[in-house]
């Protein structure tokens, strides 16, 4: 279902009332997509809070925040000027550190120090924010006032937190789940919110790339870092030998928990980690130097080869052996060694030794991992390409590696979204039995919105953005056309989406030489998503304003692109929605052609299975930002004559599915356009949205229907009394699921509890309403 | 005199005009001579301030005359007028002169920024045109705003309201301005142009008594009129289209403002417009102009600028002027402003970062370290390097374009004051999930409002049968129902056979049949009822009959009768009402007269729907129905009449 159905409110108050009602305090760990996403979360729990307060609900204590990263918490006044993410995290470090601030505390003045971390030592440990639900920006507020850094008053605050809301990789992606998410109790509930893409995200976090440039930078780091430790010999040789002593002793202990250096951590799966001591041919700084020198020099020599090489990482490892003797375990450590030697050296602006730290995680993760993982080296970035630019994949082709501890560890895990169609690709891709699987319909009391599907332009040639024809000036041209017709037809906001950037900014160069767009400036603004993503906000904001002041506009921008995710094009922001073809990834990437050969092997899924259902998902994800609500409606063209075939169309989720008759699954512009008028012409007329009794409840309501649930549950009972158990309890019957007639269209909901739930737990979960 | 627009000083002469004899009407603005004879055809009507001479006739002459000459010799030969009068003809003409001097003395001797002198004919400078060196474009330059609204309805003629030439020149250029857009709305309202001509040119009512009142359909053509044409949306080199006469191809330019000369030089035409936008979308070339114009000549800085590498890139950003490079030409000013193409991932120009977070696209993507993954080649943003500064120029154009929309194109980085954050809760906010609101009445303050709601109460039984029970009432209906689904017509018992009018008696004598009294009774009654129903059925259906439609100029009639009762109605009332407070004409005493005048004028419209309907039976129509058609006229006619009466005896 569209956003804007109350999904995130319903798991929330579901939830907590759970929680609340228990005594054992479980925490709730929700993970959302993008920080818009996230903000907006935070602020429902707000107003949950709130709701539940005016209620006399008795909340005392409750907390809830959500984490985002230094850079969009920083309040520090030169370091909070930093665009990059990365910058500001080492400037951070250099300025709360624990050396920094030993020294900087020993002797005023000699270090430079952020006063607002500083600050935070004056708060009670546990208590430095008072209780209550903050959003982001509450709390870059609050720390305003205080003077306190937020984004260290959160992390220290995530033990005591009774709701944390963050986005998926905090506990995904291992390079920061350790640090961050490491303390979650086992108790805690998980959901994974807008999930449709987790496998994804998943696949990257555990993927790794090196680069030619990258290596010469890794290589210079080595250098600096010799001639650091050179220096540290002749001051302070005992550091290096009391570093060398830990790690005798055991790499755990030298890497005692510091949430200072969360940006240069282990990244592999903390189960892989190693639990003893580091080999020692390693130990001695100058000998992991000279260690990391011979592995970036083999890299590169590997790099000169100008033909496609694709091995396992047992090959990799026995191919380095041979060359260069590194063997598998001292490579395992690389990035463990590398931190601790860092952290010894008391390096500053660890950002300039970011390709050292890719380098030596990409060792750690050649050596710790074998199966279901593959090394790629591309010599040219295209077939085409004459100029070699060699990248070396290290890819993880298993989603389910990442994810298996997140279900290892948690007892319960939700996994929802609005477009995640068909239901069983996820078990089966991310490996996992889920308990209950639930897809809940939406009730609509008018047809709020128009998919089409435009197979040919109005001289009749069938368009579409497979490769062959895509860049074909009848194709482009008959594209171009339905983008003019739509500016004139549609009010206010157009968005418009395409497969790829490639595609898009050729497009764009050939629709401006057509003179396409000088017709479409005629009717409305023209904005283009740009590879910068302030500049793209900025013509976002720029969009907007001009659906607003009705001067209307359109967007272009590309799908699984930065905008397609997290933008919602709601109401006037966006009327009509079109996608351009069908947003396949580029099947040419050996990537994606080992990951569907693994898929193939090892999940029996078909290639094509799981491309189309690939790109649909994308697909729906674009045309369902024009929706939110049930009072908003639009329209959705799909400009591509695949999309006719009924394959296609059935990974769809049913909500937008079943709204495709046979009549709007194979049109020409002309006749679509008239349609879209039509349309267009019906929807405005005025309507009684009141949706009571059909999709928004009174209490009589749905007590009426809880009675009358029970009635059935217990004639059930009686019938089963000595038949099963508890089976029946797990069913699921929230007040969303049969308020539809039965063919409305379902969205998809999946519960999955791994672990042991008790029943009573289970039946409260089920029924909230009971408190 | 005529400023204040009263009627009052509307003056009539008895005038003969080429010999027939007529009335000269002379307004404060306006001199008009109507015939007294009806069908005689000639009439005139003449604005006054568009008189140039006058010239009379000697004193003690057979005829007492005058000729009036006016601009532009319009009508031809001017009026002479005869006035006709034998015992005030010498004193109406000196009336009618004393009312002429002040026009004739202003058109003798027009004022400088006159009100009549039309659209300033454009008097440019057009410097020689075209560098003769340059081989692809000559720039021109004509230094009039080719795109300035021409002045509208430019027309000199009838300018009421200036009568009094030395008015402040702010005041006339106002009075010039208002009776423009009167003039528009006239136009514009078929139904209020024939009011106007019947009531003000009639000399019924004043202009500004017609006007007042109708303000708001003033401003709102005042509004429209004001609405100017916003910047072209177009890309501005999308514009001019060089390449088109060069390689043959089109290539979606319109080529405004471009003049080819067969086989010679292309012309420019640059308008102060053009070239206002061509800064706006490039401001190095103003930073250029203000530098060096003084120092070379506008035409040369034109077209030395379309000439340049700097105007290549600016046009087609960089795509097509990669390859021609070495056979560009160098240009030692605008070669200075040439810069790289902003093609690079992050755009050269600063960001403000002050982004609404739900629109921040950056905080997502710097919300958990770098990717350290590469995306396929076709994923990679930016990589069609040459797209990139076009890219960038859509945004830029659109974003300018959306700053003229707001009129502050001046300030490239002025954003409207908004909010800093945003409001949270309304962006989770679903409207659709809102309960059904309270439907939100306004209480009346009634005095006893209890007492009243207990009467309401004990005003007595309602419904249909009153003092009934539901369940009494049901039981009729059932009743009903049963007997009409089981009544059959029983027509045998009702209506008898027909006995003949005589039988045959025992003795073979005809005789009246006894039951033929009965007979005849009983058909005598069928007869009458069937006459009843007949009579009801012809009914019924007369008054859902289409009536033949009203003859076009009975209509005709019947419409301007209504139209002008409501216009005096309106007159009348809004004399009678308290004025609003600010509001024109708002003495008593002025108001006073108005309403007497205006009843007056209502007196007259029973008459005149009587002529009406003397008209409509001439010609055959029926006149119950233009009288009732006419009768919510005559109404309201009434009622303002009868209040009038009310209104004079009290005030007597």
């Known amino acids: 279902m569209p956003s804007g159905t109350g999904k995130t409110v319903s798991l929330l108050s579901l939830i907590v009332s759970y929680m609340q009602f228990y005594p054992n305090k479980r925490k709730l760990i929700y993970c959302s997509r993008t920080v818009p996403e996230i903000e907006k979360a935070l602020a429902e729990l707000k107003r949950l809070m709130e709701y539940r307060a005016e209620m006399g609900a008795d909340d005392e204590g409750f907390r809830g925040l959500g984490l985002t990263s230094r850079r969009n918490l920083c309040l520090h006044p030169e370091v909070s000027k930093e665009k990059k993410g990365k910058v500001v995290d080492s400037r951070c470090r250099d300025l709360t550190s624990a050396f920094a601030c030993e020294k900087g505390r020993a002797n005023p003045g000699s270090v430079p120090l952020c006063s607002y971390h500083e600050e935070l030592n004056n708060y009670e440990t546990g208590n430095l924010i008072p209780a209550g639900v903050y959003t982001i920006d509450d709390v870059k507020k609050y720390g305003q006032e205080k003077g306190v850094c937020p984004y260290f008053t959160i992390r220290r605050m995530l033990p005591f937190m009774d709701v944390v809301i963050y986005s998926f990789h905090y506990l995904l992606d291992p390079k920061v789940a350790e640090q961050v998410s490491a303390e979650m109790s086992k108790e805690s509930i998980v959901v994974f919110d807008e999930a449709h893409n987790i496998d994804n995200v998943c696949i990257e976090s555990l993927s790794i790339d090196l680069t030619r440039p990258m290596l010469d930078s890794a290589a210079r780091s080595v250098n600096k870092i010799s001639d650091k430790i050179e220096e540290i010999k002749q001051t302070d040789s005992q550091k290096l030998e009391d570093e060398y002593k830990k790690l005798v002793e055991g790499l755990q202990e030298a890497n005692e928990h510091r949430e200072d250096e969360d940006m240069m951590v282990s990244p592999v799966l903390s189960k892989d980690m190693l639990d003893e001591a580091v080999p020692g041919n390693i130990r001695k700084a100058e000998h992991f130097i000279a260690f990391l020198k011979r592995f970036i020099e083999y890299l590169k020599t590997r790099m000169r080869v100008l033909h496609v090489v694709a091995e396992t990482p047992t090959s990799f490892l026995a191919h380095l052996k041979e060359i260069t003797y590194i063997e598998k375990r001292p490579l395992k450590f690389a990035a463990e060694r590398l931190t601790s030697l860092v952290r010894t050296l008391e390096l500053t602006n660890i950002d300039e030794h970011y390709s050292l730290q890719k380098v030596a995680s990409f060792g750690t993760l050649v050596a710790t991992y074998e199966k279901g993982f593959l090394l790629i080296l591309e010599p040219y970035e295209t077939e085409h390409a004459t100029v070699p630019n060699p990248i070396f994949h290290f890819t993880c082709l298993d989603p389910s590696l990442a994810i298996a501890p997140v279900f290892e560890r948690f007892s319960s895990v939700v996994i929802t979204s609005g477009t995640i169609s068909p239901l069983d690709m996820y078990p089966k891709i991310l490996q996992f039995q889920p308990v209950t699987e639930q897809s809940y319909p939406m009730t609509l009391t008018r047809n709020a919105f128009l998919p089409m599907v435009i197979t040919r332009g109005s001289d009749q040639v069938p368009i579409s953005s497979r490769f062959e024809v895509r860049n074909d000036p009848a194709v482009v041209r008959n594209f171009g056309s339905i983008l003019i017709d739509m500016a004139k037809t549609v009010p206010d906001g157009v968005v418009a989406f395409f497969p790829s950037y490639l595609y898009m900014e050729s497009i764009v160069s050939a629709w401006y030489d057509m003179g396409i767009l000088s017709e479409v400036w005629k009717h409305k603004l023209l904005f283009v998503e740009t590879p910068d993503a302030m500049e793209t906000s900025i013509a976002l904001r720029n969009y907007r304003e001009a659906c607003n002041n009705g001067r209307g506009a359109v967007m272009l921008s590309v799908a699984r692109g930065k905008v397609s995710e997290g933008i919602d094009f709601d109401h006037n922001y966006g009327r009509a929605v079109i996608m351009f073809g069908i947003p396949y990834q580029y099947t040419e990437s050996r990537i994606l052609k080992a990951r569907l050969e693994f898929l193939r092997d090892n999940h029996r899924i078909r290639e094509n299975d799981y491309l189309t259902f690939d790109a649909m998902r994308h697909a729906a994800q674009c045309v369902g930002r024009v929706l939110r609500g049930k009072t908003d409606w639009g329209l959705m063209v799909f400009a591509d004559k695949r999309f006719a075939r009924t394959d296609k169309r059935a990974k769809l989720p049913k909500w937008i599915n079943s709204y495709i008759t046979e009549a709007h699954s194979n049109l020409s512009t002309d006749v679509a356009i008239s349609l879209a008028k039509k349309f267009i012409r019906q929807i405005s007329q005025p309507f009684d949205h009141t949706q009571t009794g059909i999709s928004l409840w009174t209490l009589e309501d749905i007590e009426r229907r809880q009675a009358q649930d029970k009635e059935d549950a217990e004639r059930a009972d009686r019938e089963l009394k000595d038949a099963m158990g508890r089976n029946h309890l797990s069913m699921r019957n929230g007040n969303g699921e049969e308020n539809g007639d039965g063919d409305m269209d379902p969205d998809v909901y999946m519960d999955d509890f791994e672990g042991v739930i008790d029943e009573a737990e289970l039946a409260a979960m089920d029924m909230p309403m009971d408190m | ?652």
């Open chain 2, 1 to 652: 005199m005529a400023s204040a627009g009263e009627g009052s000083d509307i003056r009539r002469f008895d005038v003969d005009f080429k010999k027939v004899p007529g009335t000269l009407t002379v307004t404060g603005t306006h001199i008009a001579w109507v015939p007294k004879q009806k069908e005689a055809m000639d009439r005139q009507n003449q604005a006054m301030n568009r008189a140039i001479n006058m010239l009379a006739s000697k004193a003690g002459s057979k005829s007492v005359s005058l000729k009036i000459l006016f601009k532009d010799d319009i009508p031809s030969g001017g009026l002479l007028l005869v006035f006709s009068n034998p015992s005030t003809r010498e004193n109406d003409r000196k009336a009618v002169q004393d009312i002429l001097i002040p026009f004739v003395a202003a058109n003798k001797n027009p004022p400088t920024g006159g009100t009549s002198s039309g659209p300033a004919t454009p008097s440019a400078t057009v410097p020689a045109a075209a560098v003769p060196s340059t081989n692809a474009a000559a720039a021109v330059m004509s230094a009039n705003a080719k795109g300035k609204r021409k002045a509208e309805g430019s027309s000199p003629s009838a300018t009421p309201g200036v009568s009094t030439p030395n008015l402040p020149p702010a005041v006339r250029a106002g009075r010039e301005k208002q009776y423009k857009l009167r003039q528009k709305v006239l136009k514009k309202n078929p139904t209020l142009r024939m009011l106007h001509r019947e009531l003000v040119l009639g000399k019924q009512i004043t202009e500004e008594e017609f006007w007042d009142g109708r303000e708001a359909l003033i401003q709102a053509e005042e509004m429209a009129y004001a609405q100017k044409p916003g910047r072209a949306s177009r890309l501005l080199d999308d514009r001019f289209d060089l390449d088109a006469g060069r390689k043959g191809k089109s290539t979606g330019g319109t080529g405004v403002g471009i003049k080819t000369a067969e086989n010679g030089p292309v012309i420019l035409k640059l308008s102060k417009e053009l070239t206002r936008e061509i800064f706006e979308e490039f401001p190095v070339v103003q930073d250029a102009y203000a530098r060096y114009v003084p120092g070379i000549s506008e035409t040369e800085f034109w077209s030395r600028y379309f000439t340049s590498q700097l105007w290549e890139r600016h046009r087609a950003s960089v795509r097509k002027s990669a390859v021609d490079e070495s056979s560009r030409k160098k240009d030692d000013i605008f070669d200075q402003y040439l810069e790289e193409p902003d093609w690079n991932i992050q755009p050269r120009q600063a960001q403000p970062d002050d982004v609404e977070r739900y629109l921040d696209l950056a905080a997502t993507e710097e919300d958990h370290g770098e990717s350290i993954t590469v995306r396929d080649v076709t994923m990679q943003a930016g990589r069609e390097r040459s797209a990139l500064p076009l890219i960038r120029r859509f945004n830029d154009h659109s974003k300018k374009l959306l700053r003229a929309l707001l009129g502050s194109v001046s300030d490239p980085f002025f954003f409207p004051i908004r909010r800093r954050g945003i409001d949270l809760y309304n962006e989770i906010d679903l409207e659709d999930l809102h309960g059904p609101a309270k439907e939100t009445t306004i209480t009346l303050d009634v005095q006893n409002a209890a007492d009243m709601a207990d009467k309401q109460g004990n005003e007595g039984p309602t419904g249909v049968l009153p003092g009934r029970s539901e369940e009494e009432l049901r039981s009729i209906a059932s009743e009903s129902t049963s007997k009409l689904s089981t009544f059959t017509p029983d027509f045998s018992s009702v209506c008898l056979p027909n006995p003949g009018t005589t039988q045959i008696d025992a003795d073979g004598n005809p005789e009246p049949h006894p039951a033929h009294k009965a007979f005849a009774v009983q058909r005598d009654a069928q007869a009458a009822a069937l006459l009843v129903v007949k009579d009801l059925h012809t009914r019924a259906n007369a008054e859902t009959a289409v009536n033949a439609p009203i003859p076009d100029e009975i209509f005709e009639q019947m419409r301007s009768c209504h139209n002008a009762a409501t216009e005096f109605l309106r007159q009348y009332w809004s004399a009678i009402l308290p004025s609003q407070p600010g509001a024109l004409n708002s003495s008593a005493s002025a108001k006073e007269s108005k309403a007497v005048k205006m009843a007056g004028y209502l007196k007259n419209t029973n008459a005149k729907v009587e002529a009406i309907v003397q008209s409509g039976m001439i010609m055959g129509f029926d006149p119950e129905r233009i009288r009732k058609s006419m009768a919510p006229t005559i109404a309201a006619v009434d009622v303002a009449l009868a209040r009038e009466a009310k209104r004079t005896t009290q005030a007597a």
